[in-house]
């Protein structure tokens, strides 16, 4: 005979001292708690799995480069995943630096991205690499990039 209660929330049984229990109730019992464990850990909603995680856990990845003074270089980047976007600048330097005798304007920082690129850097297909340019000439009105001057120290900051 099954249980004289049952419990709230899973219909366990729940016996009294007259209640004589049977193999089936336990067998039952264990059918439901096994259910309902598998549905909660197979919820995706609330939990998630490893790969999930390690997205969480590794969003970010940095690194640094030497500039060599070309015009267009790319940066072949260890990065473990795609980006979405980066940034890149000059160690020791300032964003830009403007001379006002000659209204010419420095870049040093960048941003990249899959979606779109400010001046001088760009997020290659592949997303894991990225291109830098020196500029030779003005790419706009006195606007030069330098993400790849000859002896400057470069950082990279790359996001999923």
Request: hydrophobic share 30%; net charge neutral.
């Amino acid at each position: 005979m099954s249980s004289t209660n049952k419990t709230k929330n899973l219909g366990l049984n729940s016996w009294i001292g007259s209640d004589k229990p049977e193999r089936i109730d336990f067998n039952t019992d264990n059918e439901k708690l096994d259910k309902v464990i598998t549905e909660h850990i197979q919820d995706t909603v609330v939990h998630i799995d490893d790969s999930e995680r390690d997205k969480w856990n590794n969003y970010m990845f940095t690194g640094m480069y030497y500039g060599d003074g070309s015009l267009t270089r790319t940066i072949t980047t260890s990065c473990p995943f795609e980006a979405r976007i980066g940034f890149v600048f000059a160690n020791n330097r300032t964003i830009s630096i403007s001379r006002f005798s000659d209204s010419k304007k420095n870049n040093y920082f960048g941003i990249f991205g899959f979606l779109a690129n400010s001046m001088g850097v760009k997020l290659n297909s592949d997303r894991t690499s990225f291109t830098v340019s020196q500029s030779a000439s003005a790419l706009t009105v006195n606007e030069y990039a330098n993400l790849n001057e000859s002896g400057v120290s470069y950082h990279y900051i790359m996001f999923r």
